[in-house]
């Protein structure tokens, strides 16, 4: 026995579930110039100037320099190429979740007992900034979806002005060092993702910019290398990148994430509020009290809803916190958490996502990766999945937030003391749950995009829901209006989508 | 956090007769058995290397009851098993304490050398083969409430015991051990730096050595020791996170132990630390031996 486990102790190797081969796209998308924009005016808003012709003196010196690197590529070279092969929309999804997960801790409190505030001009400090919260992750997520899938639009409209082939394609003395198919070369797609996403990642995760910009320039070397692209195809793609960047961090300086915090005078107003109403206000349970996160973000903007749309879609009113139900409801929550089985206890833990982690709706980007990678969507199309989904998921943020705070209704560990999580308990108010919210939309969307798979999205919707109320840190009613409420916002998502010329 | 100071709890609670890490083994043909009881707390704990108190937490305990065997195949080899009930609460903040079956631990114990050294006493050389496996399903991704890592455990431990004729006693042994992945109920994890996307968790080997002096006389048995425990990579608890199943635990204890007539009281206390807490830990517990 003893010698049987000291085999298995050699067994210490990990299995990775995300691994990306690399792109052979299915479809060129070469119609994808004239889908619809979300931000920009249209694909002609930033103009894309004519390339040099194939067979000018300039062209003819890049296609040189590319033979040059290729006939001395070092294995670090190669293993760049191998890396970005696997698409760079897919990629970059893996890197911001890896930045939100980076990001995503609270401020520790001050020997004062107060909790400073992430400083975004000060972002190397502690607390860190930022703190990549729910809310804030799901808008850092769709930020970069929205500005990528813009940007690429932009790019596959000019690349089909143009028509110049890759470099390996015009060149039989060049090597094609990952799959390079009939997608014109100018603009470079990868140049135009490192340029919109470096620029977009600089105001979302300010302290990474050095590692950001460094994988950015790895992105559009391997372009480079692998004979996919040519130095001027890099160049105008690096540029319309920025370009497009300008927009969206232009749209991100004014959408109201900067006031999302509050301050004191909001704080005491929203228990007032409650307290006027004869509720019991929502109180912070952690020690010392930290304030509310974010009370502010359902006035932050949404991407596909007016302001109206927001407060029409809310759903009704939490049950009284001196009602029946609500005793009801809070006496579930104990008696749940103080009977789990093993298997509720694991959905629990599956679905926590709490402090630490990618947050909800990198869970749910996480799910979608693998379905756009298996359905190998060219890097438009991959974009345009990541942009609906996670608009869904921001907006479901803000419309969930609003309600939240409308209500500032209290977690069951404050109407019941003797409650205690098997997660972390989030400093926010309980009406309706985030992550039900958040992975409905999601559910919504994904069905959309992958049909075959809906029942698979929807029983995921359900166990991530229902692990809230296993974790002892939502009622039943939170998990089944948030359920709704997060569908309804979905669905304008899918709306657009069905719209948006991509079918 | 909690299953490396445990370790050494139980390994410092020892049988009369034999623990794993002394130069003792039990004589041929005779069980020693028993239970030990620990009471374990800090409010204390480094996050890295931050010493911090959480206002959340409050104060950690973690009680155990130990079952413990030792059994003499022959006068040179002796087998040990223990196996804990563990129970963790924390006196402030929502979290809810876990409680469970944690670890088997099975070990052989082989003297390699028993022999007179000067005219004073007698030097002996251990070697240990322990295999500890999770001898129930819990969960490890709550930390610190969770009641240990779930990892399969192998350690290859070496010995050296002076006995002299007057009673007193020193003793040295130093330990490297294996660690099999964990597997959690997610499907990524932030640790030491980077995202991984997978629900396995590589766990780095741990090094640890305890130095011991005391004095045994009859049925009166009084160690005192120094126990350092070094775990071989991991990372950092990040500032304002919870507790990560690899992180690096490091710790440097003291402890004392009174054991007479098959009754044992023990105390012991971290006194420096890396991702784990600044326990205090109490034991008591009996043991008797019987030949078969």
């Not at chain 1, 000060?122 to 729910?134: E, R």
């Not at chain 1, 950001?212 to 130095?231: D, F, V």
């Not at chain 2, 130990?66 to 006068?75: F, I, N, P």
Request: glycine residues 8%; charged residues 15%; contains cysteine.
């Amino acid at each position: 026995m003893v010698l049987s486990l000291a085999v298995a102790a050699c067994d210490n190797t990990i299995t990775f579930s995300e691994l990306l081969p690399p792109l052979e796209a299915a479809s060129l998308d070469s119609s994808a110039g004239s889908w619809q924009m979300i931000v920009l005016s249209g694909p002609t808003q930033f103009t894309v100037a004519a390339p040099a012709a194939d067979t000018s003196a300039a062209y003819t010196a890049e296609l040189a320099a590319i033979k040059a690197t290729q006939s001395k590529l070092t294995a670090a070279q190669r293993q760049v190429i191998d890396y970005w092969a696997a698409g760079g929309v897919l990629r970059w999804n893996q890197i911001v979740r890896g930045l939100v997960a980076r990001y995503n801790l609270p401020p520790a409190p001050r020997s004062d007992g107060t909790y400073p505030v992430p400083d975004p001009e000060n972002p190397f400090a502690d607390p860190q900034f930022p703190f990549a919260n729910p809310p804030y992750a799901s808008r850092a997520y769709s930020y970069v979806a929205v500005a990528q899938y813009e940007a690429l639009k932009t790019a596959w409209y000019w690349k089909y002005q143009y028509h110049r082939a890759s470099p390996a394609r015009l060149d039989n003395t060049i090597q094609a060092l990952m799959p390079i198919g009939d997608l014109p070369a100018y603009p470079s797609e990868d140049a135009v993702l490192s340029g919109v996403t470096v620029e977009m990642l600089r105001v979302l995760f300010p302290a990474a910019v050095e590692e950001i910009t460094q994988r950015a320039a790895e992105q559009r070397n391997a372009a480079l290398w692998s004979g996919k692209a040519a130095a001027s195809d890099i160049a105008a793609g690096l540029a319309l990148g920025k370009s497009v960047a300008a927009v969206l961090v232009a749209r991100a300086g004014g959408d109201g994430m900067r006031t999302a915090g509050g301050n004191p005078a909001l704080w005491q107003a929203l228990k007032d509020s409650a307290v006027a109403r004869g509720e019991i206000p929502w109180i912070s349970q952690e020690s010392p009290p930290r304030p509310p996160m974010l009370p502010n973000f359902g006035l932050v903007q949404a991407w596909l809803m007016t302001p109206t749309e927001v407060t029409a879609e809310r759903p009704l009113a939490p049950p009284s916190t001196s009602s029946p139900q609500m005793q009801q409801e809070v006496a579930e929550v104990k008696h749940t958490v103080d009977h789990l089985s093993g298997a509720q206890l694991a959905i629990a833990y599956k679905w926590n996502d709490g402090a630490g982690t990618y947050a909800p709706p990198g869970h749910w980007n996480d799910i979608a990766a693998e379905y756009i990678r298996d359905a190998q969507m060219s890097e438009v199309r991959a974009a345009r999945a990541f942009a609906l989904l996670n608009m869904a998921m921001h907006d479901a943020a803000v419309g969930c937030w609003g309600v939240k705070f409308l209500y500032f209704n209290p977690r069951p560990v404050q109407l019941d003391p003797s409650i205690k999580t098997v997660i972390g308990l989030p400093n926010f108010p309980a009406y309706p749950s985030g992550h039900s919210t958040y992975s409905a939309s999601a559910a919504v969307v994904l069905s959309y995009l992958f049909p075959p798979a809906a029942a698979d999205f929807e029983a995921m919707k359900e166990e991530a829901s229902i692990s809230r109320l296993y974790g002892a840190i939502h009622y039943r009613s939170d998990i089944e209006r948030g359920k709704e409420h997060g569908a309804r916002i979905g669905g304008y998502a899918v709306r657009f989508g069905q719209g948006d010329g991509a079918n | 956090m909690r299953r490396v100071l445990l370790l050494v709890t139980l390994s410092a609670a020892p049988l009369g007769a034999q623990t794993i890490d002394d130069g003792l083994l039990m004589p041929r043909r005779t069980l020693g058995t028993g239970v030990v009881y620990a009471h374990d707390s800090w409010s204390q704990y480094w996050e890295g290397t931050l010493k911090r108190d959480n206002a959340n937490i409050g104060t950690l305990t973690t009680q155990s009851v130990t079952w413990m065997a030792g059994y003499g195949v022959t006068d040179r080899l002796s087998v040990i098993a223990m196996l804990p009930y563990v129970r963790t609460s924390a006196s402030q903040g929502p979290l809810h304490g876990m409680d469970g079956v944690q670890d088997i631990t099975l070990a052989i114990k082989y003297q390699l050398l028993a022999t007179p050294l000067t005219d004073r006493g007698t030097l002996r050389a251990m070697v240990v083969a322990v295999a500890g496996i999770p001898a129930s399903n819990y969960v490890p991704d709550f930390l610190p409430l969770s009641i240990g890592l779930a990892s399969r455990q192998f350690s290859g431990r070496f010995t050296l015991n002076f006995q002299a004729h007057q009673g007193w006693f020193l003793n040295g042994s130093a330990a490297h051990t294996w660690r099999t992945k964990v597997t959690l109920d997610r499907p990524a994890y932030y640790t030491n730096g980077q995202l991984y996307l997978s629900n396995e968790v590589a766990m780095p080997d741990v090094f640890d050595y305890t130095v011991t002096a005391g004095y045994e006389r009859g049925r009166l048995c009084v160690p005192i020791s120094l126990s350092q425990q070094r775990t071989l990579g991991g990372g950092d608890i990040r500032r304002q996170d919870m507790p990560f199943v690899s992180n690096r635990m490091d710790f440097v204890k003291v402890g004392g132990l009174v054991m007479y007539r098959g009754v044992r009281l023990g105390m012991s206390r971290v006194v420096n630390g890396r991702n784990v807490g600044q326990a205090t830990t109490f034991t008591g517990g009996f043991l008797y031996a019987f030949s078969l």
